[in-house]
């Protein structure tokens, strides 16, 4: 089992709430879910095996699974209470002859297999700095051949401040109609605390120099933002 900050956030308690939790933090949840899934199709063959990085509850296998009966999934993850959750969600969707768990940070993953596929939904931007980030991104390319997607989305932070601040603001107003005052501020400073906004420019060099193509954006709502890129030949 990794020692990754990220085991001590995604808890039991965590694991146990996440489902709903992220559906009101992040009111495009299931259409970001959904929009990965077609982009995917869009790519991938009718079997095809993907490489779920940080599958936290199994959201995206259960979507993708669910639509495409030949996909098969390997899910792999640092914490096992999350783990476990995405277990039990894939089991109750019926889908849990197609999927494997791995309990462990991709860039520690055992063996060399490669994948048709990658998909890293909401995992970067709990990784600390930019040499952390770089072997993540680097640990997903090794697992993907020439031509390959990789699919990912974070919370980001605009080049401007400004930017930043207005969306910032306006997500906290969206946040303050669904859940009670308490709650949103309990969340917002969890948020500033346990989140490192991803710097689209940055991200781009990291993925770039990993040997991905440069990003293309597929999903946008205020601070939430999904890109596709593909393994490159060299
Ligand atoms: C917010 S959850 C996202 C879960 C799911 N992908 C979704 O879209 O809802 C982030 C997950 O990333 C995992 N994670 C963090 N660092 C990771 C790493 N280096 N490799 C793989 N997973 C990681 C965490 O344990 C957590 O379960």
Known sequence: MSDA??????????????????????????????????????????????????AGTGAEIVRMGQAHSGWRFTAVDPSPAMLDRCRSNVSDAGLENRVEYLDAAVEEMPGARSFDAATSLLVTHFIDGRAATQRYVRGLAERLPPGAPLVWADLHRPASDEAFRTLWAAWRTQMRARLDADTVEDAFEEIEE???????????HIVTDAGFTPPTPIYRQLLWGGWIASRRAD
Request: overall charge positive; some cysteine; proline content about 8%.
């Open 5 to 54: 900050p990220s085991v001590q956030q995604f808890g039991p308690d965590r694991a146990a709430g996440y489902d709903d939790r992220i559906r009101r933090l992040c009111p495009g949840y299931d259409v970001l879910q959904d929009t990965v899934a077609s982009v995917l199709a869009a790519r991938l063959p009718e079997r095809a095996h993907l490489l779920v990085a940080g």
């Open 194 to 204: 346990g989140i490192s906004f991803v710097r689209p420019a940055a991200l781009t």
